[in-house]
């Protein structure tokens, strides 16, 4: 009996023991909300720019009767022009699956914009993200232009990174330099990544709270310590179409 109890107990250790050397492989909190985000970048070209954009505004509600659209910005500043960026929430991917399913089958769109505007795209690019777990979709105040700042981390996920990156966003907002719509993590996509999508009532406010915040003290301490996880950054400025719904 002696014997099979100090086995027992060391099974029962082991298994107590078990999920803390798996945790130290955690690359930080559970995304235990199945809801993810879709980001779409499509490469138009040129001469066909204005056509595709006026499709949609046609079009738009065909697509948004099957899941919803967060927003839609054409490219300003930052990379190549002629682009298009657009976020579609999902409740799982069971749930896009279906909506893909269904759009696949739905006449009227198919004919309407997805024939007409395919020999308008040059280039598509897709990436799965989900909400960093210390953030929420924000509603800006009011109209305004936005700014995608894409974020290349080291690896380590936000176990590594995350209390250093989140104290750099708050210092921006909290100090009243800009606001944030919502911060992302690639699942699916360039791994590593982060998008952190900012509002501001336009890019001349935009440029006037970065050259104060650079001059911060607060910020400037902040970004320094985030910056030793940062491989590289990139950013665009967008500005939303007529049906987005972030204005």
């Not at 298994?15 to 985000?37: E, K, M, N």
């Not at 054409?74 to 909506?99: C, L, P, Q, T």
């Not at 992302?184 to 006037?208: I, K």
């Amino acid at each position: 009996m002696l014997v099979l109890r100090s086995g027992l107990s060391k099974a029962l250790a082991s298994r107590t023991l078990a999920p803390q050397v798996c945790s130290s492989f955690a690359t930080g909190p559970r995304q235990y909300d199945g809801t993810f985000y879709e980001f779409r970048t499509y490469y138009l070209k040129p001469s066909n720019m204005n056509a595709f954009m006026e499709n949609l505004k046609k079009n738009i509600h065909l697509r948004t009767s099957y899941s919803e659209l967060v927003g839609f910005w054409s490219v300003e500043f930052g990379g190549r022009m002629n682009k298009v960026f657009h976020i579609w929430k999902y409740d799982n991917f069971a749930h896009r699956a279906e909506v893909r399913k269904a759009l696949a089958n739905c006449k009227e769109w198919q004919e309407q914009s997805i024939i007409p505007n395919l020999a308008r795209i040059d280039k598509q690019e897709t990436e799965i993200t989900y909400l960093i777990p210390w953030s929420k979709l924000e509603k800006p105040p009011k109209e305004g232009v936005y700014e995608l700042a894409v974020f290349q981390m080291k690896p380590g996920g936000p176990a590594l990174w995350g209390d250093a990156f989140e104290r750099a966003i708050n210092a921006h907002v909290n100090l009243g330099y800009t606001k944030v719509v919502g911060v992302f993590h690639t699942e699916y996509g360039e791994l590593n990544r982060v998008h952190v999508l900012w509002w501001n009532e336009s890019a001349d406010s935009r440029a006037a709270g970065r050259h104060k915040s650079h001059e911060d003290p607060r910020v400037v301490a902040a970004v320094r310590e985030s910056v030793s996880y940062l491989v590289s950054q990139q950013n665009m400025l967008l500005i939303p179409a007529s049906f987005s719904p972030l204005k």
